[in-house]
């Protein structure tokens, strides 16, 4: 069984924390509102995320330097507006800052988004498209 998911696009994708703590109580509050689970840690402090296999991982970069992502935005993935709603207001009440509120985006057809800045200042999202796309 392979470790990581991957989709055919992507392995993984791993963003840095200033406090694994801190991110992991935001993550595992905004991704279980998209049935994303917090599976557990592994090696030197990383800390995996996935529905059955990991794919994003949180953790202290490598070099030992404060994380920045300036520019980057990591999505993820709805299946209704509800869940980016419970997505944004669970990244909210866990030390995330709104970024963009729930709702229609104009940039794509039936897009439905909102986007939060984790504790550590990474930018992330959750889309879902109403017309199906």
Same mark, same amino acid.
């Given at each position: ?15 840095? +924390?200033?406090?694994? @703590?801190?991110?992991?109580? &935001?993550?595992? =509050?905004? *991704? %279980?509102?998209? $049935? ?41 993935? +709805?299946?209704?507006? @509800?869940?980016?709603?419970? &997505?944004?207001? =669970?990244? *909210? %009440?866990?030390? $995330? ?37």
């Amino acid at each position: 069984m392979a470790v990581i998911s991957g989709d055919g696009v992507f392995s993984h994708v791993f963003l840095g +924390a200033v406090d694994t @703590a801190v991110s992991a109580k &935001f993550y595992d =509050a905004a *991704l %279980a509102a998209l $049935g994303i689970k917090n599976l557990g840690p592994f090696g030197h402090g990383w800390i995996l995320y996935g529905r059955e296999k990991p794919a994003f991982i949180i953790a202290r970069p490598g070099n030992g330097e404060v994380p920045s992502s300036n520019g980057v935005t990591i999505g993820f993935a +709805a299946a209704t507006p @509800a869940e980016v709603d419970a &997505f944004h207001a =669970a990244g *909210l %009440a866990n030390g $995330g800052n709104d970024e963009g509120a729930p709702g229609p985006r104009s940039h794509l057809p039936g897009a439905y988004a909102a986007y939060l800045r984790d504790p550590a200042g990474n930018k992330i999202c959750s889309y879902t498209f109403t017309d199906g796309n």
